[in-house]
């Protein structure tokens, strides 16, 4: 029993690397993540419990020499908090299973993984059972990034400030920032489509308005302009960005 407790005690415990992969396009993907995806171990990817497919784990199969184990998890998308909570608690002891045993593990997860991501609810617990656990995040190209660039649209200049909306619920379109930001990121606008168009040309940003789903994978779509947008169905890999017009500029 000593003996084991002791042994226990001396393997190092791995180090976890949170690694924003980009929005889907493996080209996206910056050196320090294609290193670390082929240095560590394991590499743990994330889907939901209802999804198809897994695209953070579709951009490492892309990475030539990541010879890691893959494991992905699955997590709850429900509203009920509560399964959230157990799928991030559940997920976090598979992952603090394979620190535990001293291996190197990434979190590969879509665009940068310190914005809007199950990796910093996934983290939170790995620190619950793991305190003294080494932590590194490798940040991402945001999907929003991605659409700016594509359409090489300014995202801010001078003095004008950005606003970041996670827009799937129908609260969201009552979100000061459609008052005080100039240019306006709307993630998640899979709910509530039409009251977020509404809300978009009550408050002045009408003249410039990019949609975009998919970016960068199989079935991407972009259009602008409020009437083509209400065209379109509402798909959770979606994503507004307007900018207000200039009268209503600051
Ligand atoms: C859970 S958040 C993840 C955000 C991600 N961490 C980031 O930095 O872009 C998911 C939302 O990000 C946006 N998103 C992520 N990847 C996308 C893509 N390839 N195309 C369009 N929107 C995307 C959508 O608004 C989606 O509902």
Redesign the pocket.
């Known amino acids: 029993m000593l003996a084991e407790n002791h042994e226990r005690k001396t393997v190092k415990l791995g180090i976890l690397y949170g690694v924003g992969v980009g929005?889907?396009d493996p080209g996206l993907l910056t050196l320090r993540a294609v290193e670390v995806l082929c240095r560590v171990q394991v590499v743990f990817s994330a889907t939901g419990a209802h999804s198809q497919d897994c695209i953070s784990g579709s951009v490492v199969d892309a990475v030539p020499g990541c010879q890691a184990e893959r494991v992905t998890l699955v997590f709850s998308m429900a509203r009920e908090m509560e399964d959230r909570r157990q799928a991030w608690s559940e997920n976090a002891e598979k992952v603090v299973d394979v620190l535990r045993q001293g291996k190197d593990c990434a979190f590969a997860?879509?665009?940068?993984p310190l914005?809007?991501?199950t990796y910093t609810y996934l983290l939170r617990r790995v620190r619950e059972l793991l305190p003294e656990v080494r932590v590194e995040t490798i940040p991402?190209i945001?999907?929003?990034q991605a659409v700016a660039a594509r359409n090489n649209l300014p995202l801010v200049e001078d003095r004008e400030t950005l606003g970041l909306i996670p827009a799937w619920t129908r609260e969201s379109v009552h979100d000061p920032q459609f008052h005080s930001a100039d240019t306006v990121v709307l993630?998640?606008?899979?709910h509530h489509r039409r009251e977020i168009l509404t809300a978009l040309q009550e408050n002045g940003f009408a003249g410039e308005c990019i949609y975009?789903?998919?970016?960068?994978?199989a079935g991407e779509e972009m259009v602008s302009g409020i009437d083509a947008i209400a065209r379109i169905p509402e798909t959770?890999?979606?994503?507004i960005i307007a900018k207000r017009q200039p009268e209503k500029v600051k």
């Open positions: 929005p889907g997860t879509i665009g940068d914005i809007y991501s991402g945001t999907s929003f993630l998640k606008t899979y975009a789903s998919r970016v960068g994978l959770y890999l979606s994503l």
